[in-house]
């Protein structure tokens, strides 16, 4: 059985270009609550069609929840196809019965009514891989992915200084104010490293880890087994 | 030896009602780097003349450096006898080797170079036990401690809300980049506890912890072997 319900906070591990003896392994991991596939990376590393096969890996029983993303090279990610068919990879992911989709701000509506209709869960996330914007041009950014009525928004940005990070961490309760919603958002970065428990602390669904085996998905990542761990004594868990 | 110089980020351990026995035991604690003796409580729950007997102790090898605190009433501590014996009491633990000693903000000045005259490292702390200040507020609060030239000062409010825990660590960049020097701020409460955290990654000389046998001296505290175990899974120590 897949657990569906995720409970708060979550940890999220990436899992970049595991093969597929080793995603097998560790959709079973005891150490987080969510399994981000970056479809991307592992599309790079292997091929587009061992992906697809691997996609199977979803009928299992007694897994994590999936959450499926294909970043495009223009967010930071790996991905240099075409659009449609980066798109076609997440449908036949959620086809197949992975529960999470990743998508970025601008998809079309029609693409994100596909992934409604299937009842994938859609997490919207946004990235800025240099800096970190004012707290104006943020809040605007959050404003309009809610727009689109997405099941959780992720804002990532870069921290330059500590400032960086309670601007992007004011969002949380500024979302849930405005907007009644639990966000994620965090700083990417060895200054940001904090930010990444202390948006959870906040409210944040979910934080991203990285998984033992596998190099960090983003700067300033922490490992499961650490995450756990200060969840554990910070008597969050 | 007595270690002086203390390392960043440090943990200092809070000791309320310790017996000599005791104390002497966590004077050598290797889970912290500082250990706040809370006088005041100790004067409640023992004596004061049990209290400068234990001064002894200074004289120990080998043990942690001591911040001596004589909190008042006033202050939401316990010392409830007159302003010129709760100053004597810290006079005569920094006569008897107290390293650090922990006063109020309106501590006459005759009074701070006498500590400053012996050599004592002084903490200025100020505790809001009800609300957070607006930012103005505690930055005003701030600047008017940093002209008293302390050693390092220290800003504790209750957190209400998020933004309180955002307002209050928005101290630490501010006091950076204006008077270059790294203050101490946190808030305390359930709502604040993952400041304790945030603070030493922001810069904050060291943050306060629950000792193995006490109770919290404050609300929101993590005990000691708990924030090691986080500062390591951070990357911090």
């Not at 529960?99 to 009842?119: A, C």
């Not at 990417?188 to 998905?217: E, K, L, N």
């Amino acid at each position: 059985m897949v657990m569906n319900k995720l409970k708060k906070p979550s940890i999220c591990g990436c899992m970049l270009d595991f093969s597929r003896e080793e995603i097998t392994t560790h959709m079973r991991e005891a150490e987080v609550d969510l399994l981000e596939w970056r479809l991307d990376v592992h599309i790079r590393q292997h091929s587009i069609e061992d992906a697809l096969t691997a996609f199977s890996l979803f009928s299992s029983e007694s897994r994590l929840p999936f959450l499926v993303t294909n970043r495009p090279v223009r967010e930071g990610g790996s991905f240099d196809g075409g659009e449609w068919r980066r798109i076609e990879v997440l449908q036949r992911a959620v086809d197949a019965g992975a529960e999470w989709v990743d998508l970025e701000p601008d998809v079309p509506e029609s693409e994100l009514n596909w992934f409604r209709m299937k009842k994938a869960s859609v997490l919207l996330s946004h990235h800025e891989m240099n800096d970190t914007p004012a707290t104006a041009a943020l809040q605007e950014r959050v404003a309009k992915m809610l727009e689109r009525k997405p099941d959780v928004i992720k804002i990532a940005t870069v921290a330059r200084e500590q400032e960086d990070n309670l601007r992007v961490l004011g969002l949380i309760p500024w979302a849930q104010k405005e907007f009644g919603t639990d966000i994620i958002a965090f700083c990417m970065g060895d200054v940001g490293r904090w930010t990444r428990i202390a948006c959870v602390a906040m409210g944040s669904p979910w934080t991203y880890v990285q998984m033992p085996g596998q190099t960090r998905a983003a700067p300033g990542q922490l490992l499961a087994r650490d995450m756990r761990a200060i969840f554990k004594a910070m008597g969050m868990l």
